[in-house]
């Protein structure tokens, strides 16, 4: 072969080489961009994916503000026992930030002994919690009146959130569920001290006459605790801290407020309610001795003596009833009740809900009052058996239960001046004045039998009534002080105008 056909062959032989390299490494630049594209491509898949779970998460979050109906029947993630595991840690209560503990020299333990039904005890709590905290003693969780007419057994912790009322206070007042063990000790030995304290007294009588006793036997038992603290002359700490221990202090246990705001819902559901605080119950009538309507024939009033006697701790045994009615002293009865309500322009069609125990005389004497408002409910007309089976025969749960709802009612109207409608009354005066009716039974008896003789006609009956109570509605004023006379007075509950928000002041917090 010569030397150019040679020098062609070998030329040839290199092209096809470098034609055959270069297709080697397109290829495999082809191949790596589509290998790379691949990548890319499941990148932006993941990316996209996450992105569109970010914003159903978003959107399920804003559908639990906006309400469950925006995802109306989505599938759910959760079976059924995750989805009620949610709602169960939804419900815990948020943690609350508690006030620090008072830093103080202890003085010693008081002990006390509540007496009376629910809404005095009530009372009595605020006071001796009070005068604990001033004295700078150490509280015992206070032990409820179990011998009283309505024998009832509950505890304070079947009536009232035991561990709210101990930590809520806790700034003020160390309380104690019950003694440490040494000094629980030196109580079963009998090493304290019992007494009751004087009624209406000023926290001066506590600091110079109870503090030395506290400190002398290390633990004081007040066996007595009604009206024990002064309605006036007191200073505003003393006061505010009474309102406190009332409006905050004091919660119901969680199984009564439940009741309660279902109580309160299903009322709301069909309108305006008013609560009547009918105090014409057996014990009420025996105690006051008021048995105006009672039947003859069935020996009503003779029943009502035998009741007033067989209880020693009631002093005043002879009464004579009339008299004690014309000065204002009795609860109205049934039909008294239904002719004021009537006078006062109270709606015929307004739910009426009955806020005591049972009515003497049954349905004969509630009858002029049904009559008069159809709408007449109670606490076991509105729920099931069922749903009162726990504080079924424990007076003070059930009065717990139509206190939430009096508090809550749209109108008041009290038709005695006992610890129920006083504490009420005060209640509603903190939480903006709601109409509370207080009426002068004085008046209106005297009114009444006017109106039964014929004297007066039913327009000048009810204009008078209307007239009279215009400025009885619970609206702002100043309690009456009556010095040496503090039965007399306007009750420190009842108005508790240090602590009162009137309506043209800026807001304070108690």
Known sequence: MCKTDKFLYHRKLWEMKVR????TKVEKLRSSFVSRSRMSLWMIRAVTVLLLWSC????????????????KGWPSCFNQHDLSTVIEM??????????PKRVYQNNGYLMVSCNGGLNQMRAAICDMVTVARFMNVTLVVPELDKTSFWNDPSEFKDIFDVDHFITSLRDEVRILKELPPRVKKRVELGMYHAMPPISWSNMSYY????????KKHKVLHLNKTDSRLANNGLPVEVQKLRCRVNFNGLKFTPQIEELGRRVVNILREKGPFLVLHLRYEMD??????????????????EELTRMRYAYPWWKEKVINSEVKRKEGLCPLTPEETA??????GIDRNVQLYIAAGEIYGGERRMKALTDAFPNVVRKETLLDSSDLDFCRNHSSQMAALDYLVAVESDIFVPTNDGNMARVVEGHRRFLGFKKTVQLNR???VKLIDEFIEGLLTWDVFSSMVKAFHSTRM?????RLVIPNKPKEEDYFYANPQECLQLLDEPLRVI
């Open 20 to 23: 055959l390299l270069g297709e």
């Open 284 to 301: 009420m009538l025996a105690f006051s001795g008021c048995s105006h309507g009672c039947n003859p024939e069935e020996e009503e009033e």
């Open 339 to 344: 002719l004021t309500l009537t006078a006062l």
């Open 56 to 71: 159903f998460v978003h959107l399920m979050a804003l559908g639990e503000m906006w309400g469950p109906r925006l995802f």
């Open 442 to 444: 004085k008046f209106l």
């Open 474 to 478: 619970g609206s702002p004023k100043r």
């Open 207 to 214: 600091q110079n006459q109870i503090l030395p006793l506290v």
């Open 90 to 99: 939804r419900s815990l209560p948020a943690k609350i930030a508690l006030p």
